[in-house]
């Protein structure tokens, strides 16, 4: 028996559980969509694949309803591959440790990949379930969407023949969702040379670990802390008073994450090296008790010894840490027209050293284009100004409210009807598909909802048992509202 056997809806789990079993990291998702092909063969179900990989099921509508419009259900089967620093996990070869925690499924020292694998399970899970009623389905299964909806961005006009969609890549169950950010990614790539290290000097390293981590965008307004930044100011605090030469400095392994680690190799004064443990210890604990207390408690600052023989030079350090410190990260700006929704952010989520190469990624969201712009080239002018070499690959739109939408009425009515109250009505400070695939199908009628999912992005990372099972009731729902239309 699996894990999850005895969890309601039964086909939604068991697929969950399959998918949960082959690992799918963006760009590596080859081995669960052959799974899936399989999965539709012995179901009879046609299939077909585009060629950047993305799965497009036909499932037949229930007796009676064949003549209903389609209905696009769309998820994406890639997940970020996240976990805590003591967690021995292969994402290329590892299947996911599934744990059921109370109301709650988690995994064992990893993401869970909820996000979006319980999305593309509910899809599926049509083809299991005969109770539910609904006219023609086409589930569109895309690849890589958490390295930047790459997938998304190469489906081709025609590729399926619906007009209405549903999203199930959203994670409040009170909720639906109606627009999304636009997004674009900035990478720097600092080239130094490597030296001696001066005599009289000793090498420390100094490790930044113990935050929550998250989604850097729907978690981006809790303040949390970011390890890399948090790394850049100890080392600022000490660089005050001392000389500091970097030997290398990592964090992050996401854009789309806040980073929850990082550690910096430094050479420092051997006749400093214990005023420089006192400055780190003076800068953390500041931050800790001034600006992460009661929001993100577990911040720990360590710094031990280690040989460094080479470092970089006193100028390529201070250029290093000082682009760090002046990249923009955080909530930039608060929606005008909808309250507590934020309007733009910046993450700094990757900084990683390459032999004398440094490289750093910031992700940066928006849900107004022309803001978007303004930030994109506001990191490439900091850029320039710290001597970086500047890479902005394409971004990818925001999808643009429709409060007139025919899914969104079925929607709401539906929700109404099952659960006495109102939806909430909301925009997503992140990046959904549905902006890319209204570039490519401009009538497409779009509406996202799904379970309650917390911590995303982060091994910390739970979906709610009882919350499943709520959006199911009402994607079930929902579909026999649009096929009686």
Request: proline share 4%; with cysteine.
């Amino acid at each position: 028996m699996g894990k999850l056997d005895r969890l309601e809806p039964a086909a939604v789990w068991r697929i969950f559980e399959q998918m949960s079993a082959v690992p799918r990291g963006s760009g590596h998702e080859a081995a669960v969509q052959a799974m899936f092909k399989a999965w539709a063969d012995a179901r009879g179900l046609a299939w077909k694949e585009d060629k950047v990989g993305n799965l497009l099921i036909s499932i037949p509508a229930s007796k009676g309803l064949e003549h209903a419009a389609t209905v696009l259900i769309q998820g994406h089967v890639d997940m970020v591959c996240e976990k805590n620093a003591a967690t021995k996990h292969d994402f290329t070869r590892d299947p996911i440790k599934l744990l059921v925690e109370d109301d709650w499924v988690t995994a064992d020292g990893t993401t869970l990949g909820a996000d979006n694998g319980i999305g593309c399970a509910m899809g599926l899970a049509l083809a299991d379930d005969e109770t539910v009623r609904h006219g023609p389905i086409e589930v569109l299964l895309t690849v890589d969407e958490e390295r930047g909806l790459t997938g998304a961005a190469g489906v081709e006009p025609g590729f399926f023949s619906a007009r209405t969609m549903i999203n199930l890549d959203s994670e409040q169950d009170d909720a639906i969702f109606v627009g999304c950010a636009g997004g674009r990614d900035t990478e720097y790539v600092l080239k130094n040379r490597g030296t001696r290290a001066p005599k009289d000097t000793v090498g420390r390293k100094v490790t930044v670990g113990g935050l929550l981590g998250g989604h850097s965008g729907l978690d981006i307004h809790k303040g949390r802390g970011n390890a890399i930044k948090i790394l850049c100011r100890v080392l600022l605090a000490a660089r005050d008073e001392m000389d500091l030469r970097l030997v290398e400095i990592t964090g992050g392994s996401m854009r789309n994450a806040i980073p929850r680690e990082a550690e910096a190799k430094v050479v420092v004064p051997a006749a400093q090296a214990r005023r420089f443990k006192q400055l780190v210890d003076a800068a953390c604990g500041r931050i800790a008790a001034e600006e992460l207390r009661g929001v993100d408690d577990g911040l720990q600052v360590k710094v031990a010894a280690v040989q460094a023989p080479r470092c970089l030079s006193l100028d390529s350090s201070r250029a290093i840490v000082d682009l760090l410190a002046a990249i923009p990260n955080g909530v930039l700006a608060m929606s005008r027209d909808i309250a507590g929704l934020v309007e733009s952010s910046s993450n700094l989520g990757v900084v990683k050293t390459e032999g004398g190469t440094v490289r750093m990624v910031c992700c940066s969201r928006s849900s107004v284009m022309a803001s978007l712009e303004a930030i994109v080239r506001q990191h490439a002018a900091i850029g320039a100004l710290a001597g970086a070499e500047v890479r902005q690959p394409q971004g990818y739109p925001g999808w643009k409210p429709n409060l007139a939408s025919a899914a969104l009425a079925a929607t709401r009515a539906r929700y109404k009807q099952t659960f006495g109250a109102e939806a909430q009505l909301l925009a997503i400070h992140a990046g959904l598909e549905c902006g890319l695939l209204t570039q490519k199908y401009p009538d497409l009628d779009i509406v996202s909802f799904g379970p309650n999912i917390t911590g995303a992005h982060s091994p910390d990372e739970k979906v709610q048992i009882s919350s499943v099972e709520k959006i199911w009731t009402l994607f079930a729902g929902t579909l026999e509202e649009l096929a009686r239309a």
